[in-house]
């Protein structure tokens, strides 16, 4: 079992920046790989950014591409999501989640462990 805790969401304006973290316990030598998603209201969940828990290796979704940055502190067990030049559209709900399988990262239904998620609301 591998449990997730987000923290950092907020309330912010557009251009800000803000840094989620989440924080894993448990099993996290189990992690293969990890993930933040969002989803905003009537729409679906969305791949945002991952990264291979061992190797480092990161995906970044086009939508935040050059504005988010995921990364991660091994000794820590926490990956992060720095996020600048925030927009409206940016506004959802953000979720950590993490998978111990190989395969394709960008599936949310491939992950095995989710957070409870926090909430980045982004006014223009």
């Known amino acids: 079992q591998v449990q997730l805790v987000e923290s950092g969401g907020g309330l912010v304006q557009a251009g800000d920046s803000l840094r989620l973290s989440c924080a894993a316990s448990g099993r996290p030598f189990s992690i293969f790989a990890a993930g933040w998603f969002r989803q905003a209201p009537g729409k679906e969940r969305e791949f945002v950014a991952a990264?291979?828990?061992?190797?480092?290796?990161?995906y970044t979704a086009d939508s935040v591409k050059g504005r988010f940055t995921i990364s991660r502190d091994n000794a820590k067990n926490t990956v992060y999501l720095q996020m600048n030049s925030l927009k409206p559209e940016d506004t959802a709900l953000y979720y950590c989640?993490?998978?111990?399988?190989?395969?394709?990262?960008?599936?949310?239904?491939?992950?095995?462990?989710w957070g409870q998620g926090t909430q980045v609301t982004v006014s223009s």
């Open positions: 990264i291979m828990w061992t190797v480092g290796a990161t």
């Open positions: 989640a993490a998978k111990t399988r190989t395969g394709t990262i960008y599936n949310p239904t491939l992950y095995d462990y």
